[in-house]
T-cell receptor, first 114, second 109 residues
Framework: ETGVTQTPRHLVMGMTNKKSLKCEQHLGHNAMYWYKQSAKKPLELMFVYSLEERVENNSVPSRFSPECPNSSHLFLHLHTLQPEDSALYLC?????????????FGPGTRLTVT | GQQVMQIPQYQHVQEGEDFTTYCNSSTTLSNIQWYKQRPGGHPVFLIQLVKSGEVKKQKRLTFQFGEAKKNSSLHITATQTTDVGTYFCAGSVGQNFVFGPGTRLSVLP
């Protein structure tokens, strides 16, 4: 499946680095999401964008900063992360907001914070 | 807040045996979705249930939505090694959409 792509697929960064994760959807969807998946916790919804406007921010630390320049692209800017932020970061999109529509996930970015 | 729970957390079965995972919510759900994530992969949408008491089938998979719309189940008949993975339910209350913790299925050949 190439409907939702994510880059990079793997990222190792130090706690003082700044990096960005990129997500692109080729499905013509209106909503995009960032999830965090770690071994200890289920899929944690981080941010939701609908028609390029943020509609949900689930108490995510400010060291994570999302950006949605258009309906096809979503970024997650990272700075001064902590080791506990190491996880799989998944991007997803759906035709409309989740709940009524299925979500299509990208392959994820495996992030390791050293 | 809204919680969606799943049991069991893990299930090991012999190939050919049946498998069931249960999803329970503390609140009434507008609908429920099921996803499968293969090891090393990403969640893939399987199905959505909307109506109270709804039952849907996909080949060897049977999905049910409870009458009270607070629980759901996924049953796999005669498991195969290709069924290995983690099965997630996800439910919505209004605009709140929450994934359960998942049930990890192992199938021994």
């Amino acid at each position: 499946e190439t409907g939702v792509t994510q880059t990079p697929r793997h990222l190792v960064m130090g706690m003082t680095n700044k990096k960005s994760l990129k997500c692109e959807q080729h499905l013509g969807h209106n909503a995009m999401y960032w999830y965090k998946q770690s071994a200890k916790k289920p899929l944690e919804l981080m941010f939701v964008y609908s028609l390029e406007e943020r509609v949900e921010n689930n108490s995510v630390p400010s060291r994570f900063s999302p950006e949605c320049p258009n309906s096809s692209h979503l970024f997650l800017h990272l700075h001064t992360l902590q080791p506990e932020d190491s996880a799989l970061y998944l991007c997803a999109s759906s035709p409309g907001l989740a709940g009524s529509y299925e979500q299509y996930f990208g392959p994820g970015t495996r992030l390791t914070v050293t | 807040g809204q919680q969606v729970m799943q049991i069991p957390q893990y299930q090991h079965v012999q190939e050919g045996e049946d498998f069931t995972t249960y999803c329970n919510s503390s609140t009434t759900l507008s609908n429920i979705q099921w996803y499968k994530q293969r090891p090393g992969g990403h969640p893939v949408f399987l199905i959505q249930l909307v109506k109270s008491g709804e039952v849907k089938k996909q080949k060897r998979l049977t999905f049910q939505f409870g009458e009270a719309k607070k629980n759901s189940s996924l049953h796999i008949t005669a498991t195969q090694t290709t069924d290995v993975g983690t099965y997630f339910c996800a439910g919505s209350v209004g605009q709140n959409f929450v994934f359960g913790p998942g049930t990890r299925l192992s199938v021994l050949p």
